[in-house]
């Protein structure tokens, strides 16, 4: 271990699988001697981590690592700045960034965040040797640190990666590979030694996490492999946790087992995200979705019979290409009939490499602008009317952190709404009960009610 402190900057893009891969690829530094900074100038290493799920992703890339080069020349003489690239980008694009931007020094796939030291000496040695875009996912969850660093209440843990459906606008599996899931043990020793730091709640993810089918655990291997269901019901076992969500489902997925899970483990939050992408039959299929609206609608109502306050979350599409006024129209119609709670909605990509990219019929960008403002503004409508459905409900808040203003608390609800509350720092990290008295589209308010339930 080095006794020299280093600076480390990591720059993240993307979703939270990114979020917890910096965490850990911080995890995989600290015993080299680096501490993480706000900053990139000065640092001793810095890191993108980027996202490429949607266009502009390399030029984002390419447009950071040219405001890097003056505090790397900066860093010259005072022991160098190395700079690596990491995520989806490096592993699409890894031989031409090394090619096209000589300020980088190394270049890091997904699966190879392990070997971040080995990479940096061999960058130091010779900055062509230093490129890895290994495919395989099976070591390298063995072979990261098992002691994580964890700040605040709530963390990530990646379940699962990679993805075998094929939507056709999507990159993931070109980029993160088949399907894979992590061994149950393996994910409990995880969650313990988080919980034993103070994690009240868990949120697993993948990209298509609700197809987790991970080796079971020690003793139980006549069960096969275990569903997302049974994964569930076992991590609210562990001591500690409070909490457990799960990020991002596909429909073709939701399987018995995990509706039951929600109706019977109440440890599970009432917060599903269940991406539809459009509501028209006719994109569904070009999409390659592998469901048609009613079948997606039929979920919902199921889930809704198992957990009748359960919070409805998705994503959308909009101008996929051949997407019609008409298939537009189903799409606003299904927002109307399902009433989201939150959601995330997109223009349409044009990824290189799948089939979407190939197919006719683009659509134009001002038609899908008009399009996700049109979009955009029924689901807001909707997110505030489901805040402000919660006026006058007492409900229990996690708290994470202190809030801006002095003497204020943040927390989150168990449908994962942002909530405000004036209280002392002592309840930082437990749940307390609050009485909503205010509402708008971002976040809650309202009055601690003592009751707090002591989980610390
Ligand atoms: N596996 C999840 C599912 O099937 O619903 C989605 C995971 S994907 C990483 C996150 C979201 O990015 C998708 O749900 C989709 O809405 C959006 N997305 C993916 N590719 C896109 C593209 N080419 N253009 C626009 N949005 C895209
Ligand atoms: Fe991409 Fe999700 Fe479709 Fe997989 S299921 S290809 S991650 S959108």
């Known amino acids: 271990m080095s006794s020299t402190r280093k600076r480390l900057y990591i720059k993240t893009y993307g979703c939270q699988m990114n979020v917890y891969d910096s965490e850990r690829m911080k995890d995989v530094l600290t015993p080299l001697g680096y501490e993480t900074s706000d900053e990139a100038e000065g640092s001793d290493l810095v890191i993108i981590n980027t996202c490429h799920i949607r266009e502009k992703a390399a030029e984002k890339l390419y447009s950071d690592l040219g405001r890097l080069r003056p505090f790397k020349d900066a860093k010259a003489e005072s022991g160098g700045m190395t700079i690596a690239v990491a995520g989806c980008v490096a592993q699409a694009e890894g031989p031409e960034i090394m090619r096209r931007a000589p300020t980088v020094d190394l270049v890091v796939g997904p699966q190879s965040y392990h070997k971040l030291p080995e990479l940096i000496a061999r960058a130091h040695r010779a900055r062509g040797e230093a490129l890895d875009t290994e495919f395989e996912v099976e070591d390298k969850f063995d072979l990261l640190p098992a002691e994580r660093h964890v700040e605040g209440y709530s963390a990530f843990v990646t379940v699962q990666e990679g993805c075998d459906k094929f939507c056709t606008f999507c990159v993931v599996p070109y980029t993160r590979g088949a399907e894979w899931s992590r061994p149950v043990d393996q994910l409990v020793n995880e969650i313990r030694r988080l919980a034993a730091k103070g994690v009240r709640e868990i949120t697993l993810l993948g990209q298509n996490v609700n197809a987790y089918h991970g080796a079971p655990p020690a003793g139980r291997e006549a069960d096969g492999p275990w569903g997302l269901g049974q994964l569930l ?10 909490r457990v969500r799960y990020l991002t489902s596909h429909p073709r997925d939701m399987d018995e087992d995990l509706i039951a899970a929600h109706r019977d483990e ?7 995200h269940l ?38 979350s998705g994503d959308f599409i909009v101008g996929f290409p051949g997407e019609t006024d008409a298939d537009f129209e189903d799409t606003m119609k299904c927002v109307r009939e399902i009433g989201y709670a939150s959601a995330f909605s997109f223009k349409y990509s044009r990824r290189p490499g799948t089939p979407g990219a190939a197919m006719p019929n683009q659509i134009d960008e001002t038609v ?21 459905s919660q006026i006058g409900r007492t409900l229990p808040v996690l708290f994470e952190k202190a809030g801006r203003i002095a003497g204020q608390l943040h927390g989150r609800s168990p449908y994962l709404q942002s909530v405000h509350v004036d209280g002392p720092a ?11 008295e205010d509402a708008s589209r971002n976040s809650l308010s309202g009055q601690l009610v003592g009751a707090e339930q002591d989980v610390a």
């Open 233 to 242: 019901r076992h991590i609210a076992l562990i001591g500690g946790i409070e």
């Open 266 to 272: 109440t440890k599970i939050m009432p917060y599903l």
């Open 275 to 312: 991406p539809i992408q459009s509501g028209s039959d006719r994109i569904l299929k070009a999409m390659n979705r592998q469901h048609t609206y009613a079948e997606y609608a039929e979920l919902i109502a199921r889930m809704r019979e198992v957990r009748p306050d359960i919070a409805i």
């Open 368 to 388: 899908k602008t008009e399009r996700l403002h049109a979009l955009q503004a029924l689901l807001d409508e909707q997110q505030t009317g489901f805040n402000r």
């Open 426 to 436: 002592e309840l930082i990290g437990r749940i307390g009960m609050v009485r909503i």
